[in-house]
């Protein structure tokens, strides 16, 4: 059992002395509109043995890839054995941005990021600097005229809740009713009424 895990292991490390392990560098470029050039280079971990590199441009790291090929302003060189492992982008623009790939037969590279941005005066830095300052001082403005507003709101809220639930007054509570009197105090006419005992109304 052992002879057999040890075998295995030995193959693995045989596979992976023989694999094909290609690296790329730089692997993030930044440069301006209107660079002259940018380089690209590919290498494989066996230069000594003959390849041809195919380079590919995506629009990100999990874009589709898509071949490119010398042009205008595209040129490939060799290096050792390796045909076309150095790219040179030429009069760099902003569509030349993206992340290039290199690839040898089945394998491929890491990929380079390549970003192009564009250049632009000292006038129209100021001038897109003041507009963001003006923005974001109208921000602040329209922000402080909208907790205003709530404020005022909620304040008119309370003043409409307070009149609903106002106490009733009690001034008007027992207006209407009157109380009659028997021409002078209510308790002294009723003396008149009272008769001692033994002595007979003067209606019977």
């Known amino acids: 059992m052992r002879w057999l895990l040890a075998s295995c292991c030995g193959l693995a490390l045989i596979n992976l002395s023989m694999a094909l392990l290609i690296t790329q560098r730089p692997r993030f470029y930044g440069v301006r509109t209107r660079e002259p050039f940018a380089y690209i280079y590919c290498q494989s971990s066996k230069q000594h043995l003959p390849a041809k590199v ?55 590279g890491p990929g380079t990021a390549l970003q192009v941005a564009r250049t632009i005066g000292i006038a129209e830095a100021q001038y897109r600097t003041n507009m963001k300052d003006g923005l974001i001082i109208f ?17 008119n809220m309370l003043k409409d809740k307070d009149s609903i639930y106002e106490e009733p007054q009690t001034d008007h509570i027992y207006e209407g009713l009157e109380i009659e009197t028997c021409g002078g105090g209510l308790y002294e006419e009723l003396s008149v009424y009272a008769q001692t005992e033994g002595t007979e109304a003067p209606w019977e």
């Open 139 to 155: 921000q602040g403005l329209l922000l402080a005229v909208l907790i205003a507003a709530l404020l005022q709101h909620k304040q």
């Open 54 to 108: 195919k380079w590919y441009k995506a629009d990100g790291d999990d874009g589709e890839k898509k071949q490119i090929v010398a042009g205008d302003r595209i040129e490939m060189y060799n290096i050792n054995q390796t045909e076309n492992s150095r790219l040179v982008l030429r009069d760099l623009q902003i569509e030349d941005s993206g992340v290039y790939f290199c690839r040898i037969k089945d394998a491929w």
